[in-house]
């Protein structure tokens, strides 16, 4: 039978630096979606698949995401005080159980896979999640819970795959699959962030993983790249080759949103926002004005 699939991983270490100045002093994982930090859709879905615990990887400045997965008992005082139950039970459903989160400090921005490497102790010698907060990926089901179901029937590696066009191939890790059709695709080879022109495919490495722990025997003898970065897909390429591993792929049907990239994180916010039969109607109708001021002003 599988080893079960308690822990996910989240790096949640980078700087950001694209949404400077939002993230000079706030986080980027906690930047808002509607009116949820981004993080809470993706720990979310960790949870709807069934983990059991969550270890987050990150680095100075974001004790915040910290206190965002604990109680804050002011505001629960005040949110009772005021009769606001129901808000209160809102926020008591988006907290992991207690000690059943993990903190810990990527001291040095060597790159994805270093930020795993980071998390070896806190996950032990068992199979785990590890999901790209970056990547929003929506769907009735949940990516991850997809992902388990192929986990549960085929074990090994799983990795969550995309369709891109193929002009935008070099900013990820890029998969060549092999046959099986079932559901699942079987991975010959992966290579991370290919030149423009010699991707292999356009099936990219979306964000979301199941991994044997034999990851991190790789990753900690894993070479920097050029730029100085310990890259996953790079030691995901050495766990393949071995022996007694296998990786299969879900492609993907939902929604990916990259909210490492600003269009990404406005396109979520609006697609989480039409969810949302409070604010549907009033978002529809600003988009429509909005977007015939923009077609008059670009017509002239
Ligand atoms: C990382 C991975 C890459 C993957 C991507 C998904 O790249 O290295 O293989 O396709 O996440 O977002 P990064 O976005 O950290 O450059």
Known sequence: MAQRIRKAV????????????????????????????????????????????????????????????????????????????????????????????????????????????????????EPFALLLPDMIMKSDKGCLSEMMEIYHERQGNIVALEEVPMNETHKYGVVKKGQRQNGSVEIETMIEKPAPGTAPSNLILSGRYILQPQIFDYLETQTPDSGGEIQLTDAMIKLNNAQDQEFSGLIFKGTTYDCGSKAGFLAANIAYGLDRPDLAPQIIEELRELVSAYDGKTAQ
């Open 10 to 125: 989240f790096p949640v270490a980078g700087l950001g630096t694209r949404f400077l100045p939002a993230t000079k002093a706030m986080p980027k994982e906690m930047l808002t979606i509607v009116d949820r930090p981004a993080i809470q859709y993706v720990v979310d879905e960790a949870k709807k698949a069934g983990i059991e615990h969550f270890i987050f990887v990150t680095g100075r400045n974001k004790a915040v995401i910290e206190d965002h997965f604990d109680v804050q008992v002011e505001l629960e005082q005040t949110l009772i005080q005021r009769d606001k139950l129901d808000v209160l039970e809102e926020l008591r459903q988006d907290l992991p159980k207690a000690g059943r989160t993990s903190f810990t400090r990527q001291q040095q921005p060597l790159g994805l896979g270093h930020a795993v490497l980071c998390a070896r102790d806190l996950v032990g010698h």
